[in-house]
Protein backbone atom coordinates (compact mmCIF):
# COMPACT_ATOMS: atom_id res chain seq x y z
CA UNK A 1 0.00 0.00 0.00
CA UNK A 2 2.73 2.51 0.95
CA UNK A 3 4.61 1.83 -2.24
CA UNK A 4 1.95 2.18 -4.11
CA UNK A 5 1.26 5.24 -2.85
CA UNK A 6 4.36 7.31 -2.60
CA UNK A 7 4.79 5.62 -6.04
CA UNK A 8 2.00 8.01 -7.37
CA UNK A 9 3.51 10.72 -5.35
CA UNK A 10 6.62 10.27 -7.21
CA UNK A 11 5.30 9.93 -10.38
CA UNK A 12 3.08 13.31 -10.05
CA UNK A 13 6.13 15.50 -9.43
CA UNK A 14 8.50 15.59 -12.77
CA UNK A 15 12.20 14.34 -11.42
CA UNK A 16 14.10 16.62 -14.02
CA UNK A 17 14.62 18.32 -16.59
CA UNK A 18 16.83 18.58 -19.83
CA UNK A 19 19.98 16.15 -19.61
CA UNK A 20 20.89 14.73 -16.60
CA UNK A 21 22.86 11.72 -15.72
CA UNK A 22 20.74 8.45 -14.90
CA UNK A 23 21.85 7.98 -11.43
CA UNK A 24 21.07 11.35 -10.81
CA UNK A 25 17.12 11.42 -12.67
CA UNK A 26 16.30 9.05 -9.53
CA UNK A 27 18.05 10.32 -6.66
CA UNK A 28 16.78 12.84 -4.14
CA UNK A 29 19.86 14.96 -3.02
CA UNK A 30 22.22 13.57 -0.17
CA UNK A 31 21.81 16.67 1.90
CA UNK A 32 18.48 17.59 2.86
CA UNK A 33 16.59 20.10 5.19
CA UNK A 34 18.53 19.06 8.00
CA UNK A 35 21.89 20.36 6.79
CA UNK A 36 20.05 23.62 5.26
CA UNK A 37 19.38 23.95 9.68
CA UNK A 38 23.11 22.83 10.39
CA UNK A 39 24.56 26.41 8.79
CA UNK A 40 22.00 28.39 9.56
CA UNK A 41 21.74 27.47 13.64
CA UNK A 42 26.10 27.96 13.43
CA UNK A 43 25.56 31.20 11.85
CA UNK A 44 22.50 32.05 14.33
CA UNK A 45 25.43 31.32 17.00
CA UNK A 46 28.37 33.52 15.64
CA UNK A 47 26.16 36.02 14.99
CA UNK A 48 25.07 36.25 18.13
CA UNK A 49 27.92 36.17 20.06
CA UNK A 50 29.83 38.93 17.90
CA UNK A 51 26.95 40.70 18.78
CA UNK A 52 27.75 40.14 22.40
CA UNK A 53 31.16 41.24 21.78
CA UNK A 54 30.58 44.62 21.04
CA UNK A 55 29.60 45.33 24.12
CA UNK A 56 32.86 43.87 25.71
CA UNK A 57 35.23 44.37 23.21
CA UNK A 58 34.67 47.33 21.28
CA UNK A 59 32.94 48.56 24.55
CA UNK A 60 29.52 49.68 23.20
CA UNK A 61 27.83 50.74 26.03
CA UNK A 62 23.87 51.14 24.87
CA UNK A 63 23.72 47.24 23.85
CA UNK A 64 24.65 46.69 27.59
CA UNK A 65 21.05 45.67 28.16
CA UNK A 66 21.33 42.82 26.24
CA UNK A 67 24.81 41.59 26.26
CA UNK A 68 23.74 38.24 28.56
CA UNK A 69 20.39 37.73 26.22
CA UNK A 70 22.82 37.47 23.34
CA UNK A 71 25.50 35.59 25.28
CA UNK A 72 22.54 32.61 26.40
CA UNK A 73 20.80 32.94 22.61
CA UNK A 74 24.92 31.80 21.51
CA UNK A 75 24.44 28.84 23.84
CA UNK A 76 21.36 27.76 23.85
CA UNK A 77 21.66 27.25 19.58
CA UNK A 78 25.27 26.01 20.58
CA UNK A 79 24.25 23.25 22.26
CA UNK A 80 21.89 22.71 18.79
CA UNK A 81 24.05 23.27 16.58
CA UNK A 82 25.29 19.43 15.93
CA UNK A 83 21.94 18.17 16.38
CA UNK A 84 21.12 18.31 12.66
CA UNK A 85 24.44 16.65 11.82
CA UNK A 86 23.51 13.83 13.95
CA UNK A 87 20.06 13.21 13.38
CA UNK A 88 21.12 13.14 9.65
CA UNK A 89 23.73 10.28 10.41
CA UNK A 90 20.36 8.36 11.45
CA UNK A 91 23.15 6.54 14.14
CA UNK A 92 21.98 8.26 17.65
CA UNK A 93 23.40 5.70 19.11
CA UNK A 94 27.15 6.70 18.24
CA UNK A 95 26.58 10.22 18.12
CA UNK A 96 29.52 10.74 20.47
CA UNK A 97 31.87 8.68 18.54
CA UNK A 98 31.92 12.46 16.59
CA UNK A 99 33.93 13.82 19.29
CA UNK A 100 35.54 11.10 20.71
CA UNK A 101 37.85 10.64 17.22
CA UNK A 102 37.87 14.26 16.17
CA UNK A 103 40.90 14.22 13.32
CA UNK A 104 42.00 16.54 10.76
CA UNK A 105 41.78 14.72 7.71
CA UNK A 106 38.81 15.49 6.75
CA UNK A 107 36.44 18.68 7.02
CA UNK A 108 33.68 17.50 8.84
CA UNK A 109 36.02 15.68 11.54
CA UNK A 110 37.23 18.68 12.58
CA UNK A 111 33.97 19.90 13.53
CA UNK A 112 35.04 18.07 16.97
CA UNK A 113 38.24 20.16 17.38
CA UNK A 114 36.21 23.81 16.51
CA UNK A 115 32.79 22.68 18.29
CA UNK A 116 34.76 21.93 21.95
CA UNK A 117 37.23 24.97 21.52
CA UNK A 118 33.89 27.37 21.19
CA UNK A 119 31.69 25.58 23.52
CA UNK A 120 34.29 24.81 25.81
CA UNK A 121 37.31 27.20 25.90
CA UNK A 122 34.76 30.41 24.79
CA UNK A 123 31.44 30.94 25.41
CA UNK A 124 30.93 28.66 28.74
CA UNK A 125 33.92 30.44 29.67
CA UNK A 126 33.01 33.74 29.46
CA UNK A 127 29.71 33.23 30.32
CA UNK A 128 31.14 31.85 33.79
CA UNK A 129 33.44 34.78 34.14
CA UNK A 130 30.64 36.83 33.57
CA UNK A 131 28.01 35.18 35.80
CA UNK A 132 30.50 34.47 38.95
CA UNK A 133 29.71 37.37 40.75
CA UNK A 134 25.92 37.15 40.45
CA UNK A 135 26.15 33.59 41.51
CA UNK A 136 27.98 34.03 44.83
CA UNK A 137 25.09 36.26 45.55
CA UNK A 138 22.10 34.25 44.27
CA UNK A 139 22.82 31.57 46.04
CA UNK A 140 22.84 33.43 49.53
CA UNK A 141 19.59 34.10 48.69
CA UNK A 142 17.86 31.43 47.18
CA UNK A 143 16.66 28.98 48.49
CA UNK A 144 16.01 25.30 47.16
CA UNK A 145 16.64 23.37 44.55
CA UNK A 146 17.71 26.72 42.87
CA UNK A 147 19.90 27.89 45.84
CA UNK A 148 21.89 24.83 45.12
CA UNK A 149 22.02 25.06 41.60
CA UNK A 150 23.23 28.42 41.77
CA UNK A 151 25.42 27.06 44.55
CA UNK A 152 26.85 24.30 42.45
CA UNK A 153 27.49 26.61 39.14
CA UNK A 154 30.08 28.62 41.56
CA UNK A 155 32.39 25.83 41.80
CA UNK A 156 32.87 26.47 45.17
CA UNK A 157 34.56 30.15 45.21
CA UNK A 158 32.89 33.09 46.98
CA UNK A 159 35.75 35.53 46.95
CA UNK A 160 33.81 38.68 45.19
CA UNK A 161 35.96 41.06 46.98
CA UNK A 162 37.29 43.93 44.47
CA UNK A 163 40.48 42.64 43.15
CA UNK A 164 38.70 38.84 42.47
CA UNK A 165 35.86 41.03 40.62
CA UNK A 166 38.42 43.02 38.63
CA UNK A 167 40.33 39.80 37.65
CA UNK A 168 36.73 38.12 36.41
CA UNK A 169 36.25 41.07 33.98
CA UNK A 170 39.45 41.04 32.76
CA UNK A 171 39.55 37.29 31.90
CA UNK A 172 36.35 37.67 30.33
CA UNK A 173 37.71 40.82 28.36
CA UNK A 174 40.04 38.52 27.03
CA UNK A 175 38.12 35.94 26.41
CA UNK A 176 35.78 37.83 24.48
CA UNK A 177 38.72 38.95 22.67
CA UNK A 178 39.81 35.53 21.64
CA UNK A 179 36.32 34.63 21.21
CA UNK A 180 35.61 36.95 17.89
CA UNK A 181 38.30 35.13 15.45
CA UNK A 182 36.72 31.92 17.28
CA UNK A 183 33.55 32.82 15.99
CA UNK A 184 34.46 33.57 12.67
CA UNK A 185 36.35 30.23 12.46
CA UNK A 186 33.21 28.58 13.38
CA UNK A 187 31.20 29.47 10.72
CA UNK A 188 33.98 30.61 8.12
CA UNK A 189 34.55 26.50 8.58
CA UNK A 190 30.96 25.36 7.78
CA UNK A 191 31.54 28.16 5.00
CA UNK A 192 34.81 26.58 3.84
CA UNK A 193 32.87 23.16 3.85
CA UNK A 194 30.75 24.15 0.85
CA UNK A 195 33.18 26.84 -0.73
CA UNK A 196 36.11 23.68 -0.62
CA UNK A 197 33.55 21.53 -3.15
CA UNK A 198 35.11 22.49 -6.68
CA UNK A 199 33.51 20.38 -8.47
CA UNK A 200 30.59 22.12 -7.52
CA UNK A 201 30.36 25.42 -9.57
CA UNK A 202 27.37 26.64 -7.23
CA UNK A 203 29.60 26.16 -3.93
CA UNK A 204 33.17 26.19 -5.35
CA UNK A 205 33.84 29.30 -4.25
CA UNK A 206 36.80 31.35 -1.90
CA UNK A 207 34.28 34.19 -0.98
CA UNK A 208 32.20 31.59 0.55
CA UNK A 209 33.77 31.32 4.19
CA UNK A 210 33.31 35.10 4.16
CA UNK A 211 29.71 35.41 2.55
CA UNK A 212 28.26 32.60 5.08
CA UNK A 213 30.33 35.00 8.31
CA UNK A 214 28.64 37.95 6.89
CA UNK A 215 24.80 36.69 6.63
CA UNK A 216 25.82 34.98 10.11
CA UNK A 217 26.51 37.82 11.50
CA UNK A 218 23.47 39.68 10.42
CA UNK A 219 21.05 36.81 11.11
CA UNK A 220 23.03 36.84 14.65
CA UNK A 221 21.91 40.46 15.08
CA UNK A 222 18.73 40.14 13.74
CA UNK A 223 17.97 36.98 16.18
CA UNK A 224 19.25 39.59 19.20
CA UNK A 225 16.55 42.38 17.97
CA UNK A 226 14.32 39.54 17.48
CA UNK A 227 14.46 37.51 21.22
CA UNK A 228 15.18 40.98 22.76
CA UNK A 229 11.78 42.21 21.53
CA UNK A 230 9.94 39.19 22.37
CA UNK A 231 10.97 38.93 25.73
CA UNK A 232 10.25 42.33 26.85
CA UNK A 233 6.64 41.79 25.38
CA UNK A 234 6.73 38.75 27.52
CA UNK A 235 7.71 40.59 30.61
CA UNK A 236 5.24 43.39 29.80
CA UNK A 237 8.91 45.26 30.50
CA UNK A 238 9.71 48.64 28.38
CA UNK A 239 12.12 48.40 25.65
CA UNK A 240 15.64 50.42 26.38
CA UNK A 241 14.30 52.44 22.55
CA UNK A 242 18.34 53.44 22.48
CA UNK A 243 19.83 49.75 22.70
CA UNK A 244 17.02 49.13 20.17
CA UNK A 245 18.29 51.92 17.59
CA UNK A 246 22.24 50.69 18.06
CA UNK A 247 21.35 47.10 17.51
CA UNK A 248 19.68 47.99 14.65
CA UNK A 249 22.02 50.44 13.45
CA UNK A 250 24.79 47.69 13.37
CA UNK A 251 22.21 45.05 12.00
CA UNK A 252 22.08 47.88 8.96
CA UNK A 253 25.47 48.34 8.31
CA UNK A 254 26.17 44.57 8.43
CA UNK A 255 23.49 43.71 6.38
CA UNK A 256 24.99 46.68 4.12
CA UNK A 257 28.24 44.79 4.23
CA UNK A 258 26.62 41.37 3.62
CA UNK A 259 24.61 42.69 0.45
CA UNK A 260 27.91 44.07 -0.67
CA UNK A 261 29.56 40.83 -0.32
CA UNK A 262 26.95 38.55 -2.05
CA UNK A 263 26.69 41.31 -4.77
CA UNK A 264 29.56 41.35 -5.51
CA UNK A 265 29.88 38.00 -5.58
CA UNK A 266 26.93 37.82 -8.39
CA UNK A 267 28.92 40.33 -10.84
CA UNK A 268 32.11 38.19 -10.31
CA UNK A 269 29.50 35.29 -11.75
CA UNK A 270 27.74 37.09 -14.27
CA UNK A 271 31.05 38.50 -15.96
CA UNK A 272 33.06 35.66 -15.74
CA UNK A 273 30.06 33.59 -17.16
CA UNK A 274 32.26 29.87 -16.65
CA UNK A 275 30.86 26.75 -17.83
CA UNK A 276 28.73 25.92 -14.95
CA UNK A 277 27.21 29.64 -15.25
CA UNK A 278 24.28 28.80 -17.81
CA UNK A 279 22.47 26.25 -15.05
CA UNK A 280 23.22 28.46 -12.41
CA UNK A 281 21.01 31.54 -14.44
CA UNK A 282 18.43 28.79 -14.84
CA UNK A 283 18.43 27.46 -11.43
CA UNK A 284 18.39 31.36 -9.89
CA UNK A 285 15.40 32.43 -12.43
CA UNK A 286 13.42 28.87 -12.32
CA UNK A 287 13.86 26.73 -9.43
CA UNK A 288 15.05 29.05 -7.06
CA UNK A 289 12.95 31.62 -7.90
CA UNK A 290 10.70 32.03 -4.72
CA UNK A 291 13.77 31.27 -2.28
CA UNK A 292 15.89 33.12 -4.07
CA UNK A 293 14.74 36.46 -5.65
CA UNK A 294 11.73 36.96 -3.45
CA UNK A 295 13.20 35.27 -0.86
CA UNK A 296 16.56 35.71 0.13
CA UNK A 297 17.41 39.20 -1.98
CA UNK A 298 13.90 41.13 -1.95
CA UNK A 299 12.21 39.96 1.51
CA UNK A 300 15.08 38.71 2.99
CA UNK A 301 17.90 41.80 2.04
CA UNK A 302 16.32 44.50 0.01
CA UNK A 303 12.90 45.59 2.09
CA UNK A 304 14.88 45.53 5.71
CA UNK A 305 17.57 47.82 3.79
CA UNK A 306 15.06 50.01 2.68
CA UNK A 307 13.22 49.85 6.70
CA UNK A 308 16.62 50.13 8.53
CA UNK A 309 18.09 52.58 6.55
CA UNK A 310 15.39 55.03 6.47
CA UNK A 311 15.35 54.55 10.00
CA UNK A 312 19.19 55.80 10.15
CA UNK A 313 18.10 58.95 8.16
CA UNK A 314 14.76 59.70 9.88
CA UNK A 315 15.15 58.05 13.49
CA UNK A 316 14.33 61.42 15.31
CA UNK A 317 11.11 61.87 13.23
CA UNK A 318 9.74 58.42 13.27
CA UNK A 319 7.22 57.47 16.64
CA UNK A 320 8.55 54.66 19.22
CA UNK A 321 5.71 52.02 18.43
CA UNK A 322 6.22 52.93 14.53
CA UNK A 323 9.83 52.15 15.34
CA UNK A 324 9.58 49.04 16.86
CA UNK A 325 7.46 47.53 14.25
CA UNK A 326 10.05 48.27 11.57
CA UNK A 327 12.41 46.86 13.71
CA UNK A 328 10.46 43.87 14.62
CA UNK A 329 9.46 43.58 10.79
CA UNK A 330 13.06 44.01 9.49
CA UNK A 331 14.39 41.18 11.91
CA UNK A 332 11.96 39.02 11.52
CA UNK A 333 12.36 39.08 7.44
CA UNK A 334 16.18 38.90 7.75
CA UNK A 335 16.10 35.56 9.69
CA UNK A 336 13.47 34.56 7.16
CA UNK A 337 15.97 35.88 4.29
CA UNK A 338 19.22 33.80 5.70
CA UNK A 339 17.14 30.62 6.09
CA UNK A 340 16.28 31.06 2.42
CA UNK A 341 20.06 32.04 2.13
CA UNK A 342 21.18 28.56 3.35
CA UNK A 343 18.17 26.64 1.53
CA UNK A 344 19.59 28.17 -1.72
CA UNK A 345 23.10 26.75 -0.69
CA UNK A 346 22.58 23.90 0.30
CA UNK A 347 19.44 22.91 -1.68
CA UNK A 348 20.46 24.71 -4.72
CA UNK A 349 23.88 23.29 -4.87
CA UNK A 350 22.33 19.76 -5.17
CA UNK A 351 19.49 20.07 -7.68
CA UNK A 352 21.47 20.77 -10.94
CA UNK A 353 23.27 17.65 -13.06
CA UNK A 354 26.91 17.36 -12.71
CA UNK A 355 26.46 17.62 -16.42
CA UNK A 356 25.92 20.95 -16.01
CA UNK A 357 23.14 20.74 -18.58
CA UNK A 358 19.82 19.71 -16.52
CA UNK A 359 18.13 20.14 -12.97
CA UNK A 360 16.68 17.80 -10.46
CA UNK A 361 13.75 18.24 -7.89
CA UNK A 362 14.02 18.32 -3.94
CA UNK A 363 10.71 16.82 -2.55
CA UNK A 364 10.98 17.59 0.52
CA UNK A 365 9.60 14.95 3.21
CA UNK A 366 7.02 15.75 5.44
CA UNK A 367 6.69 13.45 8.85
CA UNK A 368 9.88 11.24 8.12
CA UNK A 369 13.69 11.68 9.99
CA UNK A 370 14.30 14.75 7.34
CA UNK A 371 11.16 16.20 6.63
CA UNK A 372 9.13 19.50 8.08
CA UNK A 373 8.27 18.22 11.39
CA UNK A 374 11.69 17.94 12.03
CA UNK A 375 12.97 20.68 10.84
CA UNK A 376 10.72 23.07 12.90
CA UNK A 377 11.29 20.59 15.59
CA UNK A 378 14.86 21.86 15.69
CA UNK A 379 14.17 25.12 15.05
CA UNK A 380 12.43 25.22 18.00
CA UNK A 381 14.67 23.53 20.44
CA UNK A 382 16.76 25.92 20.88
CA UNK A 383 14.53 28.64 21.38
CA UNK A 384 13.14 26.11 23.85
CA UNK A 385 16.41 25.50 25.64
CA UNK A 386 16.73 29.17 25.60
CA UNK A 387 13.67 30.03 27.90
CA UNK A 388 14.85 27.51 30.54
CA UNK A 389 18.20 29.44 30.15
CA UNK A 390 16.11 33.04 30.63
CA UNK A 391 14.13 31.64 33.82
CA UNK A 392 17.68 30.58 35.42
CA UNK A 393 20.11 33.73 34.31
CA UNK A 394 17.91 36.15 33.55
CA UNK A 395 15.35 35.87 36.70
CA UNK A 396 13.24 38.94 37.47
CA UNK A 397 13.26 38.03 41.20
CA UNK A 398 17.06 37.85 41.67
CA UNK A 399 18.75 41.23 41.82
CA UNK A 400 21.09 41.04 38.87
CA UNK A 401 24.31 43.28 38.67
CA UNK A 402 24.28 45.70 35.90
CA UNK A 403 25.95 43.42 33.04
CA UNK A 404 29.89 43.97 32.94
CA UNK A 405 29.99 46.01 35.44
CA UNK A 406 33.95 46.94 35.81
CA UNK A 407 36.26 47.41 38.83
CA UNK A 408 36.26 51.54 38.65
CA UNK A 409 39.56 51.02 37.77
CA UNK A 410 39.04 49.89 34.42
CA UNK A 411 36.01 51.72 33.46
CA UNK A 412 37.06 53.64 30.69
CA UNK B 1 52.80 23.69 44.25
CA UNK B 2 52.62 26.69 46.85
CA UNK B 3 52.96 28.87 43.66
CA UNK B 4 50.08 27.10 42.01
CA UNK B 5 48.29 27.44 45.08
CA UNK B 6 49.10 30.96 44.97
CA UNK B 7 46.50 31.48 41.70
CA UNK B 8 43.44 33.65 42.11
CA UNK B 9 40.66 30.96 43.50
CA UNK B 10 38.43 31.36 40.61
CA UNK B 11 41.55 30.49 38.20
CA UNK B 12 42.43 28.17 40.14
CA UNK B 13 38.86 26.23 40.73
CA UNK B 14 38.13 26.58 36.83
CA UNK B 15 41.62 24.93 36.01
CA UNK B 16 41.12 21.84 38.40
CA UNK B 17 37.41 21.83 36.54
CA UNK B 18 39.39 21.88 33.08
CA UNK B 19 41.93 19.57 34.20
CA UNK B 20 39.03 17.06 35.66
CA UNK B 21 36.93 17.34 32.06
CA UNK B 22 40.21 16.60 30.25
CA UNK B 23 40.57 13.77 32.68
CA UNK B 24 36.78 12.41 32.19
CA UNK B 25 36.97 13.18 28.39
CA UNK B 26 40.25 10.73 27.56
CA UNK B 27 38.83 7.92 30.15
CA UNK B 28 35.68 8.16 28.17
CA UNK B 29 37.94 8.38 25.16
CA UNK B 30 39.46 5.20 26.37
CA UNK B 31 36.44 2.94 26.96
CA UNK B 32 34.26 4.59 23.74
CA UNK B 33 36.40 4.53 20.68
CA UNK B 34 35.50 1.80 19.11
CA UNK B 35 38.00 -0.99 19.61
CA UNK B 36 38.90 -1.15 16.04
CA UNK B 37 39.17 2.20 15.01
CA UNK B 38 41.87 3.02 12.88
CA UNK B 39 43.02 0.05 11.96
CA UNK B 40 42.23 0.37 8.63
CA UNK B 41 41.85 4.43 8.14
CA UNK B 42 39.53 6.87 10.59
CA UNK B 43 36.86 4.13 10.69
CA UNK B 44 35.94 1.04 12.56
CA UNK B 45 37.39 -1.58 10.90
CA UNK B 46 35.10 -4.02 12.38
CA UNK B 47 32.50 -2.31 10.44
CA UNK B 48 33.65 -4.14 7.12
CA UNK B 49 33.25 -7.88 8.63
CA UNK B 50 29.58 -6.56 10.09
CA UNK B 51 29.05 -5.76 6.69
CA UNK B 52 30.08 -8.56 5.35
CA UNK B 53 28.18 -10.33 7.45
CA UNK B 54 24.33 -9.83 6.95
CA UNK B 55 22.28 -12.06 5.10
CA UNK B 56 22.18 -11.37 1.46
CA UNK B 57 18.31 -10.83 0.38
CA UNK B 58 18.60 -11.77 -3.28
CA UNK B 59 18.90 -14.92 -4.50
CA UNK B 60 20.51 -14.34 -8.05
CA UNK B 61 19.04 -15.68 -11.60
CA UNK B 62 20.02 -19.21 -11.08
CA UNK B 63 17.82 -19.87 -7.95
CA UNK B 64 15.24 -18.06 -9.76
CA UNK B 65 15.99 -20.41 -12.74
CA UNK B 66 15.66 -23.60 -10.79
CA UNK B 67 11.70 -23.20 -10.40
CA UNK B 68 10.67 -21.30 -13.15
CA UNK B 69 12.22 -22.59 -16.15
CA UNK B 70 9.45 -21.71 -18.56
CA UNK B 71 9.95 -17.52 -17.45
CA UNK B 72 13.70 -18.14 -17.61
CA UNK B 73 13.85 -19.63 -20.94
CA UNK B 74 11.41 -17.07 -22.29
CA UNK B 75 13.65 -14.26 -20.45
CA UNK B 76 16.96 -15.69 -21.90
CA UNK B 77 15.70 -15.63 -25.71
CA UNK B 78 14.95 -11.97 -26.25
CA UNK B 79 16.27 -8.17 -25.39
CA UNK B 80 15.79 -8.59 -21.33
CA UNK B 81 18.05 -11.12 -21.08
CA UNK B 82 20.84 -8.71 -19.43
CA UNK B 83 17.96 -8.15 -16.49
CA UNK B 84 18.09 -10.10 -13.41
CA UNK B 85 14.51 -11.21 -12.40
CA UNK B 86 15.22 -9.56 -9.38
CA UNK B 87 15.34 -5.87 -10.93
CA UNK B 88 11.61 -5.98 -11.53
CA UNK B 89 10.27 -8.59 -9.13
CA UNK B 90 11.83 -7.55 -6.26
CA UNK B 91 14.58 -9.66 -3.38
CA UNK B 92 13.67 -12.93 -3.85
CA UNK B 93 16.21 -14.52 -1.09
CA UNK B 94 13.12 -15.54 1.46
CA UNK B 95 11.20 -16.95 -1.43
CA UNK B 96 14.24 -18.99 -2.65
CA UNK B 97 14.54 -20.56 0.71
CA UNK B 98 10.78 -21.13 1.50
CA UNK B 99 8.46 -21.11 -1.23
CA UNK B 100 5.33 -20.46 0.71
CA UNK B 101 6.87 -16.79 1.21
CA UNK B 102 5.06 -14.62 -1.54
CA UNK B 103 7.59 -12.39 -3.93
CA UNK B 104 6.29 -8.62 -3.65
CA UNK B 105 5.27 -7.77 -7.17
CA UNK B 106 6.58 -4.23 -7.86
CA UNK B 107 4.23 -2.11 -9.62
CA UNK B 108 4.27 -0.99 -13.82
CA UNK B 109 6.46 2.30 -12.88
CA UNK B 110 9.99 -0.26 -13.11
CA UNK B 111 8.77 -0.24 -16.78
CA UNK B 112 9.76 3.57 -16.81
CA UNK B 113 12.96 3.81 -15.01
CA UNK B 114 15.04 2.40 -18.30
CA UNK B 115 12.16 3.61 -21.11
CA UNK B 116 11.04 6.72 -20.00
CA UNK B 117 11.76 9.24 -22.55
CA UNK B 118 15.37 10.78 -21.56
CA UNK B 119 18.26 12.21 -24.30
CA UNK B 120 20.84 11.07 -21.45
CA UNK B 121 19.88 7.24 -22.63
CA UNK B 122 21.12 5.98 -25.84
CA UNK B 123 19.17 5.91 -28.68
CA UNK B 124 18.76 2.09 -29.91
CA UNK B 125 16.76 2.28 -25.93
CA UNK B 126 13.12 2.10 -26.98
CA UNK B 127 11.78 4.99 -24.98
CA UNK B 128 8.53 6.67 -24.37
CA UNK B 129 7.28 9.74 -22.91
CA UNK B 130 4.52 8.00 -20.09
CA UNK B 131 2.01 10.49 -19.86
CA UNK B 132 1.34 10.55 -23.83
CA UNK B 133 2.08 6.78 -24.09
CA UNK B 134 -1.62 4.96 -23.34
CA UNK B 135 -1.46 7.09 -19.50
CA UNK B 136 -3.74 5.13 -17.79
CA UNK B 137 -3.14 2.00 -18.98
CA UNK B 138 -1.19 -1.00 -17.78
CA UNK B 139 2.16 -1.27 -19.95
CA UNK B 140 1.24 -5.53 -19.84
CA UNK B 141 -2.03 -4.75 -21.56
CA UNK B 142 0.39 -4.88 -24.85
CA UNK B 143 3.60 -5.28 -23.63
CA UNK B 144 5.26 -9.01 -22.33
CA UNK B 145 7.83 -7.76 -20.28
CA UNK B 146 9.86 -11.70 -20.35
CA UNK B 147 9.92 -11.59 -24.25
CA UNK B 148 9.00 -7.73 -25.49
CA UNK B 149 8.71 -8.13 -29.03
CA UNK B 150 5.66 -10.94 -28.84
CA UNK B 151 2.73 -9.38 -28.35
CA UNK B 152 -0.11 -10.74 -25.74
Redesign the interface.
Known sequence: MT??VT?VV??LIPHFE?????NE??QQPLWSILIVLYPYITGLVAGAFIMASLVRVFNVKALEPVYRLSMLTAFAFLLCAPLPLLFHLGHPERC??VM??P?L??PM?IFGFVYAWYL?AVLL?EL??DY?RDFVEWSEVTPGFRGTLYRLFT???T?VSDP?LK??FK?GHILSVVGIPSAFLLHGYVGFIFGSVKANPWWGNALMPIIFIMSAMVSGIALCVFNYMVLSWVRRKALDMKCLDVMCMFLFYALVVDAAIEGLDWIHRIYSAEEGFQVIQYMAREKLFYTLSLGQVTLGTLVPLLLLGSLQLLRRRVPDLIRRRMYFASGALILLGVLAMRWNVVIGGQTFSK?LR?VMTYKMEFAGLEGWYMGAALLLLPFIILTVFVKIFLSEKLPSTAPLEPHPAHAR | MSRLFRMPPQVFRIFLLALGIVVVYSIARYFLTPDSFGEYGWYRGEALAELAKREPVYAGKAACAECHSDEYQALVKHEHKTLSCESCHGTGQAHADNPDVKMEMLNYGHCVRCHQASPSRPKWLKQIASKAHYAGSKCTECHVPHSPTEVP
Open positions: NANAEGYVYPATFEMTHTSAMLWFRVGVDALDISG
